[in-house]
């Protein structure tokens, strides 16, 4: 009996760390990746894909806010980075105008015309400020005019470009 004895120990034992093989051997969690499984039988093959969850998509990146630009007094718009260039607009001190670029010295700004969208002009950046960076805006080369209509110039009190 002695050598049965000892059978149904070994036996038992195997049996018990059979039982414990999950804490020395712990299974893999399932991973929040997207994943494709197949399964084939001999005429197709079937294909599953399974949709990935909220947690694993990055994060949405908000689109960027344009750079608006406020008059910081009486503003004349010109068609071209220079107060030589002819008056096609005005903006009043608080006006505000979308800035789409600059100059290459970044001292005059290309504004959408507030009454014409499609329409651009330019304004000197030293009178107005702007809502956010405005040296990571295109460069327009000085021939980029505007396609505004001339309106009537300022009254001479204005001393502003």
């Known amino acids: 009996m002695k050598r049965g004895g000892s059978i149904l120990i070994i036996g038992s034992a195997l049996v018990l760390l059979a039982c414990q093989l999950n804490y020395v051997f712990p299974t893999a969690t399932p991973s929040a990746a997207p994943r494709a499984t197949r399964t084939s039988t001999p005429d197709r093959a079937n294909v599953t894909v399974v949709a990935p969850t909220a947690a694993s998509l990055p994060p949405a990146v908000p689109p960027s806010a ?11 718009i010109r068609s071209a980075p220079t107060t030589s260039a002819q008056q096609i607009g005005a903006l009043n001190k608080g006006d505000t105008a979308q800035v789409v670029g600059r100059n290459a010295a970044g001292d005059w700004w290309q504004i959408v015309l507030p009454s014409n969208p499609s329409a651009r002009g330019w304004i000197f950046a030293s009178f107005a400020d702007a809502n956010g960076p405005t040296d990571s805006l295109p460069v327009v080369p000085a021939g980029g005019g505007a396609t505004a209509p001339i309106v009537p110039p300022l009254p001479k009190g204005n001393p502003y470009p």
């Open 66 to 76: 344009p750079v608006m630009a406020t008059a910081k007094d009486n503003l004349r």
